[in-house]
């Protein structure tokens, strides 16, 4: 859109000039993130230092009804920091201090641009746990896990991020600082912007710091495997461990296809001749991880496991998650564009849903890869392909269409964690009706007037 020379000025003298940057080279890389397929060149990018500045920007931005698209590390899987209108891409990893870490209050504050890994090392530290473990954990910063709600491996035990998410400091698009919520577990003046504010997708405020819930750490943790001829096995299984009483730390599943690329990539002794793969694993005291990990092995044995093992050392846990964790790299080498999903079905319906997924990979002869959370119902059904065949991504988008329709079909939803971005608002009205949409963007005008804030997304 071309922003002119006096905005570009006020920009530098708001966060210094080195911290602006408009020249073809330093905004190429901010056109995207890390979904494929959306892209929008933005006109500039900033990097704030402070909350201050960031209300700065917000006001001229509003004031010239400028696009502002927040961004932490740019992992996320749906398109929600492309800059689909162009205007000011805002990088928030300057904002990279982790404030406090509490083991009497049992939480920590953080500026957004905190990496995952970064709390967690800190928590661990003093003997504590961030329990929220995305796959980008290592590159992906708090705010932005924020901002989309990230799930992870940990998630039928531990929740996602809005669990343990106390308190938020955001600039709204008009210059406000807010503060919503705060250090207490228990605070239930007012609406609960906190829990508005997570998931939103930096459509509504631009998020500054956060105050996070800790967990003391678990004195022991443990993983196994169980393979299974069919995905509809495990799934039984999955229903027996949970009816069972038993709320594993982690309980994930890998079809035929997964299992294979994984075994090619990481070479972890996996069974290729196992059309699934059970992965589960507990936390907490040693009698109690022993105790439940053996009755999950036997009740995997009951539902048709050809084979269950528990991990023998720390290292060979270790190996197994990261069996569940190389699933994308190594699915990604297998062609030049890697189509990453997500969609969530209840539980006793993840084994069909699998199914439905293979038949519609069938039908749009495209290859589709299946993945995912068992313990919560998240399937990640993963389509790699040429990125210079068109009909073939053609038929992808056709089959992802058929996907998320099966999911809702299915009592489901769209995204259990990925979040809506650019990738997943044409299904939006479909998981949510016509009126719960109208809803949503009486919201966004009422936190963002100007419709500056991360445009073409959530509510716009």
């Known amino acids: 859109m071309g922003l002119g020379r006096k905005v570009v000025a006020e920009l530098k003298r708001v966060v210094g000039k080195d911290h602006v940057r408009t020249g073809r080279g330093d905004v190429e890389p901010y056109a995207r993130d890390a979904?494929?397929?959306?892209?929008?060149?933005?006109?500039?990018?900033?990097?704030?230092?402070?909350?201050?500045?960031?209300?700065?920007?917000?006001?001229?931005?509003?004031?010239?009804?400028?696009?502002?698209?927040?961004r932490g590390a740019g992992?996320?899987?749906?398109?929600?920091?492309?800059?689909?209108?162009g205007g000011i891409v805002l990088v928030l990893t300057r904002l990279n201090r982790i404030l406090e870490v509490s083991a009497e209050e049992l939480l920590a504050r953080v500026e957004s641009g905190v990496t995952t890994t970064a709390l967690t090392n800190a928590a661990a530290a003093r003997g504590l746990l961030y329990a929220p473990d995305p796959g980008s954990r290592t590159v992906s910063t708090i705010g932005g896990n924020v901002a989309t709600c990230a799930g992870g491996l940990r998630g039928l035990k531990y929740g996602v991020t809005r669990n343990y998410v106390l308190g938020i400091e955001a600039v709204l698009p008009t210059g406000?600082?807010?503060?919503?919520?705060?250090?207490?577990?228990?605070?239930?003046?007012?609406?609960?912007?906190?829990?508005?504010?997570?998931?939103?997708?930096?459509?509504?405020?631009?998020?500054?710091?956060?105050?996070?819930?800790?967990?003391?750490?678990?004195?022991?943790?443990?993983?196994?495997?169980?393979?299974?001829?069919?995905l509809a096995d495990a799934g039984r299984a999955v229903a027996a461990?949970?009816?069972?009483?038993?709320?594993?730390?982690?309980?994930?599943?890998?079809?035929?296809?997964?299992?294979?690329?994984v075994e090619e990539y990481a070479h972890l002794d996996l069974r290729l001749d196992a059309g699934a793969l059970l992965l589960f694993g507990d936390d907490g005291p040693a009698d109690a991880v022993d105790?439940?990990?053996a009755r999950i092995a036997e009740l995997c044995a009951a539902n048709g496991a050809i084979e269950v093992a528990l991990a023998e050392t720390p290292a060979r846990s270790e190996a197994l998650l990261a069996a569940r964790r190389a699933t994308l790299p190594a699915l990604s080498r297998l062609g030049s564009l890697t189509i990453l999903e997500d969609a969530t079905v209840p539980r006793p319906r993840l084994a069909e849903m699998v199914g439905?997924?293979?038949?519609?990979?069938?039908?749009?002869?495209?290859?589709?890869?299946?993945?995912?959370?068992?313990?919560?119902?998240?399937?990640?059904?993963?389509?790699?392909?040429?990125?210079?065949?068109?009909?073939?991504?053609?038929?992808?988008?056709?089959?992802?269409?058929?996907?998320?329709?099966?999911?809702i079909n299915?009592?489901?939803?769209?995204?259990?964690?990925?979040?809506?971005?650019?990738?997943?608002?044409?299904?939006?009205?479909?998981?949510?009706?016509?009126?719960?949409?109208?809803?949503?963007?009486?919201?966004?005008?009422?936190?963002?007037?100007?419709?500056?804030?991360?445009?073409?997304?959530?509510?716009?």
Request: glycine fraction near 10%.
């Open 35 to 70: 979904t494929p397929l959306f892209r929008g060149v933005p006109d500039l990018v900033v990097w704030p230092g402070t909350a201050e500045e960031i209300a700065a920007i917000l006001r001229l931005a509003t004031q010239r009804g400028i696009p502002v698209v927040p």
């Open 75 to 85: 992992s996320n899987l749906c398109g929600a920091t492309a800059a689909l209108t």
């Open 176 to 230: 406000e600082v807010i503060h919503t919520g705060g250090r207490l577990w228990k605070d239930v003046a007012g609406y609960d912007l906190t829990r508005l504010l997570t998931g939103s997708e930096g459509t509504l405020a631009v998020i500054t710091e956060i105050t996070l819930a800790l967990l003391p750490m678990p004195a022991s943790t443990n993983t196994g495997v169980a393979y299974f001829a069919a």
């Open 241 to 261: 461990v949970i009816a069972d009483g038993i709320v594993p730390a982690t309980l994930e599943f890998l079809d035929a296809k997964c299992i294979g690329v």
């Open 291 to 293: 105790r439940n990990l």
């Open 356 to 407: 439905r997924i293979d038949e519609i990979a069938e039908h749009y002869n495209v290859p589709i890869a299946t993945f995912g959370h068992a313990g919560d119902g998240n399937l990640h059904p993963t389509c790699v392909i040429d990125q210079h065949d068109h009909d073939a991504i053609d038929r992808a988008h056709k089959a992802f269409a058929d996907i998320f329709t099966a999911a």
């Open 410 to 460: 299915f009592g489901g939803t769209i995204t259990g964690e990925h979040g809506v971005g650019a990738a997943k608002l044409p299904f939006l009205e479909a998981r949510l009706g016509a009126d719960q949409v109208a809803l949503l963007r009486r919201i966004k005008t009422a936190f963002d007037p100007a419709g500056i804030l991360n445009p073409g997304k959530l509510g716009s």
